[in-house]
């Protein structure tokens, strides 16, 4: 297992500022994800860790030990990394074991017919020893590439969106086996610090001891999948940890007057914006709470889920089971209540 420490790292790819001076310490053995929408820098981060670009500034560590600075790089292939990449770049000439095999011989591992044996196994694949990747599907090719990428025990493993060609039910499959490999869960399976990069909340929730989320090349929050979920520090994460609705407008007088609601804030403020997760909304009849219409009823899996239009035309979307034993039609006027803590402000 290896330790990472990006120390105000930025890099211009073509001309633009791609990573912006990003600090980041990763302690030996963690799950870290690099979350955010396309064109954030998370790509270029773990290129940037992976060696296969130089920084214009700052310094990459590994064990305390420079890896990586505007003046000095150690190569990709001396860094003891394992790759997982998008679309898996397995050898099309080479078979599954083949594939499994170079990088075992490129780190000149002992017993290497062996440990790629164990591999195959351990990842499902052992069947398709003698295939070639193109006669693989995707779910079986991106197993082989994960067996490649950890045969040779490295200490660090990087991985670019592994799972976004895979169908949801492979994807949450292919979750737990990585994340039980890289933990070292399995007899003769050295546990690994592993970076991935993913859009998929769903991913980083499940596998990520911390979430780094980034937005124009910078990390804006560092922290743990519950700490994030739970006390976003702006509305992009908010919206990436899922679906919300949001309301903007002007504070007067330190009054930030809502349809759902008057909330105090601080008088020097112009404009706040209030979110609310779909599902924090819930019917009822208690002294608090706002109606709205409802424009829409629908299912959502093993709940419902409402359009509803609030009293100045906005429209949001409410999911919950409660709704599922009350007759609600179309056109209904329905009161709802929220928890005070699960509404979100912002100021703008």
């Excluded at 493993?157 to 979750?175: A, W």
């Excluded at 702006?234 to 903007?248: F, R, T």
């Amino acid at each position: 297992m290896r330790s990472v420490s990006l120390s105000d790292v930025a890099c211009s790819i073509q001309g633009k500022n791609a990573v912006n001076g990003i600090s980041i310490n990763i302690k030996a053995g963690e799950i870290i994800c690099f979350l955010g929408p396309s064109g954030c820098g998370k790509t270029t981060s773990l290129r940037l860790i992976g060696g296969l670009v130089t920084p214009n500034e700052g310094q990459i560590s590994f064990d305390d030990e420079i890896v990586s600075s505007p003046k000095f790089q150690v190569p990709p292939e001396d860094r003891q990394i394992g790759f997982l990449f998008q679309d898996f770049a397995l050898f099309p000439h080479l078979s599954v074991m083949e594939n499994v095999l170079f990088g075992l011989k490129m780190q000149k591992h002992e017993d290497i017919e062996a440990r790629a044996g164990r591999m195959l196994a351990l990842t499902g694949v052992s069947h398709l020893a003698e295939r070639f990747p193109a006669t693989l599907s995707g779910g079986e090719q991106q197993r082989v590439a994960l067996a490649r990428a950890l045969a040779p025990e490295p200490g660090l493993v990087l991985m670019d969106e592994p799972f976004s060609n895979l169908d949801p039910p492979l994807r949450t499959d292919m979750r737990r086996l990585t994340v039980s490999l890289l933990r070292g869960e399995h007899a003769d399976i050295s546990p690994a610090t592993g970076i991935i990069v993913t859009h998929d909340v769903a991913d980083a929730m499940y596998m990520a001891d911390k979430i780094a989320v980034m937005s124009d090349g910078q990390i804006v929050q560092f922290d743990n999948p519950e700490q994030i979920y739970e006390n976003p520090v702006s509305p992009l994460v908010v919206k990436l940890m899922g679906a919300s609705n949001e309301w903007v407008g002007a504070v007067n007088n330190g009054v930030f007057s809502t349809p759902i609601g008057d909330f105090e804030l601080n008088a020097s403020v112009a404009s706040a914006r209030l979110m609310v997760r779909p599902y924090h909304l819930n019917s009822g009849d208690g002294e608090s709470g706002f109606t709205a219409r409802l424009s829409t009823i629908r299912k959502n899996g093993n709940t419902q889920a409402l359009d509803i239009v609030l009293s100045d035309g906005t429209i949001w979307e409410v999911i919950g089971n409660d709704f599922s034993d009350t007759r609600l039609e179309i056109g209904d006027e329905v009161k709802f209540q929220i928890n005070p803590e699960d509404v979100m402000l912002f100021t703008d």
